[in-house]
């Protein structure tokens, strides 16, 4: 690297241009092509397990542990709120479904930004594109980072709150050492999310198992026919739609696999195989889970917790009780590492497509991972920890997270009326979209009508982009100082990180011989 440094000059290797090879070092490369092309990309190195770990361990983050009351609350009885918990599961399920035919119809990384702008348009897809640059990824990645240091040093702070300031600072050197390991090597990243999605799974089973210990020792009470329904308020559709929108909050995360298509062995047969494993699982885990602390804990307890899972262990667990601290902790460990590398497929798609800069679209030329996104997304985080308005900002934009899923599945059925004869290796019925977009429309009604004022602000905070649209994206004659001065600022970085710009592989129709070419940006 160091030598490369020193003998690279500013005509010796230059980001790939249409029809333009690496460098003049790519094309004495052995195992470089008639064009001088080495073949740098994305390898496929996620299989089976890896994915189903990607969509379980994204999902599964803290709040199974730490807050679950949202839906009892809203719900308005027990028994309505596990109704509800299975139901979202089971819509879960479908848009899942809808998206794994997405997947594999547009095979692109970038999730449902790429869908968004292939089916409506780069407006349509730079919007979602900006409002999870802007807040959703850096406002979500460090809540669930200050979670983590929360808990590893509730231990140190028995009495009290830990200081702001030390939760801040291990938050960033949790963030710091899983940047490190992402860019380092896929396979550490998956090492890692294998690793921490089967902790909390461990975690969650025994959580499960004293719930069942629980129901042998006869104590059940609140999981019977008649108290189950007995309701502690009053019953309310728009409460009822507040507690199915917690629910579905609880599942976010089960289209982070579609973020990284293109690193999937065998998409179109793992892709949906990973969802049909991987949100039942998840579903059984949320069902039983609130069944088993509704073993121990009676529905005024739990409401009254801020730590559900903590209080629960300390009840049953007895000396054993730092067992749930340190589950919450290894839960968000690995919830971190899994949005990290998500996040920044996310970007290193959206700067493949021209809408963030082209830098971010490079990756490194031995260890093909895209380390400048990833740098990105860490500051990006960072700079979120230094501010107090997190958990506001999670609240503004929420809904139009939530917004985007809709529009992506509706983006299903227009493709299949406007391009018929496309080839879809998976083909759901569309009452399967239909049915998910009615129950999303029900969500969105009464989540307008119960916070219009924090549903608004969403919205404006997402058509900031329009105008950064037009001036950067849409307006290509921009002055040439400037374009000089990014491509000086972008090849020192591309020095700095060891990076270049990635051949992309893809597909044609069946029985075509698949074919590769450069990026055109």
Known sequence: ALVSWFTMSEGSWKPCSPGGGHSERAASHPDA????????????????????????????????????????????????????????????????????????????????????????GGLAGFLRLWIAVLVIYPTSQAVVALTFSTYVLQPLFPTCLPPQI??????????????????????????????????????LGLIIIMGFVQICKGHYYWLE?????????????????????????????????????EELVDPCRNLPR??????????????????????????????????????????????????????????????????????????????????????????????????????????????MLCTSDIYTLINYVGFVNYLFYGVTVAGLIVLRVQQPSMHRPIKISLVWPVLYLLFWTFLMVFSLYSGPLVCGVGLV??????????LGVYWENKPRCFIITMRKLTHLCQKLCFVVYPVMEENLEPGQQSYRRKADY
């Not at 509704?294 to 739990?302: D, F, H, W, Y």
């Not at 970007?347 to 493949?352: H, I, Q």
């Open 33 to 120: 092509g008639t064009d001088g092309n080495i073949g740098i990309a994305l390898k496929k190195q996620i299989g089976l397990f890896s994915a189903c770990g990607i969509i379980i361990g994204n999902i599964i983050g803290s709040g199974v542990f730490v807050s679950p009351k949202g839906v009892l609350e809203n719900a308005g009885s027990v028994g309505l709120s596990i109704i509800v918990w299975v139901c979202t599961g089971f819509f879960t399920a479908v848009g899942a479904l809808c998206y794994a035919e997405l997947g594999v119809t547009i095979p692109k990384s970038g999730g449902d930004y790429s869908y968004v702008k292939d089916i409506f």
């Open 166 to 203: 030390a939760l801040r600072l291990l938050a960033a050197v949790c963030l710091l050492l899983l940047t490190w390991v992402n860019c380092h090597s896929v396979r550490w990243a998956m090492c890692v999310q294998d690793v921490f999605t089967a902790g909390k799974l461990l975690a």
């Open 225 to 261: 026919p008649s108290h189950a329904l007995e309701n502690f308020r009053e019953y309310e559709v728009g409460l009822l739609a507040l507690s199915f929108l917690q629910g579905s909050f609880a599942y976010g995360g089960w289209n982070f696999l579609n973020y990284v298509t």
């Open 274 to 383: 990973a969802i049909f494993i991987s949100i039942p699982v998840v579903t059984f885990v949320y069902v039983f889970v609130n069944m088993a602390y509704i073993t121990a804990l009676s529905p005024q307890e739990l409401l009254a917790s801020n730590a559900v899972a903590v209080t629960f262990g300390a009840k049953l667990l007895g000396v054993m009780s730092w067992i749930m601290p340190m589950a919450v902790a290894l839960s968000t460990f690995g919830g971190v590492n899994g949005s990290l590398f998500t996040s920044s497929r996310l970007f290193f798609a959206g700067a493949r497509e021209g809408h963030l800069p082209h830098l971010l679209a490079m990756i490194h030329t031995r260890r093909c991972t895209p380390i400048p996104a990833l740098l990105f997304t860490l500051i990006s985080t960072l700079l």
């Open 461 to 470: 905070i997402m058509m900031t982009g329009v105008p950064v649209y037009f």
